[in-house]
């Protein structure tokens, strides 16, 4: 319907609005990950209270590391500080200042003290996921993030897996604390797991979950790589290991090979192999072993030492989980090995009743193009374990851009295409039928804040701006799609702070974006396209029962959103509707 502009007041006064929304003609420039996420209608909508959705009192949580705490998107206005806290956790003591924090490893900033914080390091990857999800709006009105009003708590990283542990539990007591919601955003993960939500890192942070503590992590950015293997129940397969730098297989550096069973009751056994990578005859072995509860063996003295041109350091080991009894085999491949001959390849060979999936980080499978038993790999289960918990978001990510200029003047062209499923981005299924991600959200390429301190200042990656003190980078990966829809989660905890990790699935696959590429290929978009409005429309038509829509043809479009059960909306042309379109009069 139309609504002439000079009568918002008359309408806004109506009893049971509750919202009016303007939509504006919007640019597409983080910029457009706002845009193509509808995070930007967002934040043009208003209550009669005068407040919009712009994540304020809402904590956006990061763990990660290479933050510059000076960048002005970090800022108020006034040039304070929006960092309420920052955690790093230090087990060395390496940090010097701030405090310590019951006993957790590490030291803890706030106040002035974080004023003064300059960075944790010369990466870069910190600043821009945190710029992405909450980045303010002060000195850019163009690349601010998806929450740019929520409070910000950032704890450090160092690749532990009891320091990310201890991390989320710290960001989580302190936001209980403050009776404040959190959502929490961590662009990590790991490829070797059980994939079922049973790790010990994926359970203890799954459990730190709950009303008005949101998690989500990165799906990863191995899609596009074979990391991945199934082996059907009673069947043997065989495949090569290698790395894409060298497909002559000659050089293996340092690998991780995990497989897991279907269930506790039947076995598999897993074996090393050097092979002629021409027919697949087996030239040296390590013995058969089977996953039945082994620990750990040395097997440098199985394989025939005289095919590797460096020393070898291989564990072979076999377990069962406590938690499922599901049974598991790994191979641990140690430093770097390179093979004496370019026609040898080292190959993994697993046997046995059950069914079996191998996850691998380091090495891909190939089948070499010899005949069965050889298989390749695929990317099918290479979304990360530690996004495996239940009560965890994951994310995938989709193209938005593949366009931008350098600082150093030169224009980078990427592949992809826009509005399909990034090639990296990582997914699959868990035995339990869930499949990852949960979600999609753009993440390549996504333009958001620089690390001024990060060491290598002629980086493509930098891009262009006339405001060095708005330092600007354009990276890709799920690590930049997790904070769009972090920052997301941020705007709908400051409409309902109670919500959990089953509501936000609730949210997400009734108002996802579905289109052309979510139908084509639904397993890499999760429920779809993170919608950002339709999701806030969802929890205030929840709250409210009623949300209906006006437009404005004079000037733009206008939402009401209706509060009271039952009541009117708007009325066009001197009639009257209730909140599912039906004429009252």
Request: net charge negative.
């Amino acid at each position: 319907c139309s609504l002439p502009i000079d009568k918002l007041d008359d309408i806004s006064a109506i009893e049971g609005v509750q919202t009016i929304n303007f939509g504006e003609k919007l640019e597409q420039h983080n910029d457009r990950a706002r845009h193509a996420s509808h995070v930007d209608e967002v934040h043009t909508m208003v209550d009669r209270q005068g407040i919009n959705y712009t994540g304020k009192g809402v904590i956006f949580g990061v763990v990660d590391k290479g933050y510059d705490f000076q960048h002005a998107t970090f800022k108020n206005e006034d040039g304070k500080s929006r960092v309420l806290f920052f955690y790093q956790p230090d087990e060395q003591n390496l940090f010097i200042g701030g405090e310590k924090y019951g006993d957790y490893p590490g030291r803890i900033y706030s106040g002035a003290k974080i004023d003064s914080l300059l960075s944790d390091g010369g990466d870069l990857h910190g600043t821009h996921v945190t710029g992405t999800g909450a980045g303010g709006r002060y000195g850019s009105d163009t690349y601010y993030g998806m929450a740019p009003e929520a409070d910000l708590a950032i704890s450090g990283y160092d690749s532990s897996e009891i320091l990310l542990i201890n991390a989320v539990k710290v960001l989580t007591e302190k936001a209980k604390a403050l009776n404040k919601p959190i959502s929490i955003n961590i662009s990590y993960g790991i490829n070797t797991g059980p994939h079922d939500g049973t790790s010990d890192v994926s359970a203890a942070i799954d459990a730190l979950a709950g009303p008005g503590t949101i998690i989500s992590f990165s799906a990863g950015n191995e899609g596009a790589k074979d990391l991945y293997l199934h082996k059907p129940a009673g069947k043997k397969i065989a495949s090569l290991l290698y790395t894409k730098k060298n497909s002559d297989f000659s050089m293996i550096s340092g690998a991780k090979i995990d497989a897991w069973s279907y269930d506790n009751t039947h076995s598999f056994t897993i074996q090393l192999a050097v092979v002629d990578v021409n027919t697949g005859e087996i030239l040296s072995s390590s013995p058969v072993i089977e996953a039945n509860g082994k620990r750990d063996e040395e097997l440098s003295e199985y394989i025939d030492p005289t095919y590797f041109t460096t020393d070898m350091s291989i564990l072979l080991g076999a377990d069962c989980s406590p938690f499922t009894g599901r049974r598991e085999a790994r191979v641990d491949i140690r430093d770097v090995l390179f093979l004496e001959k370019p026609n040898h390849a080292l190959a993994l060979i697993v046997d046995g009743d059950a069914e079996v999936d191998v996850y691998t980080n380091g090495v891909e499978f190939t089948s070499g193009n010899l005949p069965e038993p050889y298989v390749s790999g695929d990317g099918q289960g290479t979304y990360s374990d530690i996004a495996t918990g239940k009560n965890i978001i994951c994310v995938g990510s989709y193209v938005t851009r593949t366009k931008w200029t350098t600082a150093e003047g030169k224009d980078i062209v990427e592949d992809g295409k826009i509005g399909d499923c990034a090639e990296t981005s990582s997914y699959g299924t868990c035995i339990d039928g869930r499949t990852f991600p949960t979600i999609s959200a753009p993440g390549e390429y996504l333009i958001s804040a620089f690390n001024h301190w990060y060491w290598n200042k002629q980086d493509d990656c930098i891009v262009k701006t006339d405001d060095p003190e708005h330092g600007l980078a354009c990276l890709a990966g799920t690590s930049m799609a997790c904070p769009v829809v972090a920052g997301t989660i941020a705007l709908w905890l400051q409409a309902d702070p109670t919500l959990d990790a089953e509501g936000v699935r609730d949210i997400m696959r009734h108002t996802a974006i579905h289109d052309e590429f979510t139908e084509a290929n639904p397993i890499r978009f999760g429920y779809g396209k993170i919608d950002a409005k339709a999701g806030l429309e969802y929890i205030l038509k929840k709250q409210s029962d009623g949300i209906n829509e006006v437009h404005d043809n004079i000037a733009m479009p206008v939402k009401i959103l209706d509060k009271q059960k039952h009541q009117i909306v708007i009325s066009k042309n001197g009639h009257q509707y209730n909140v599912v379109g039906t004429k009252l009069q």
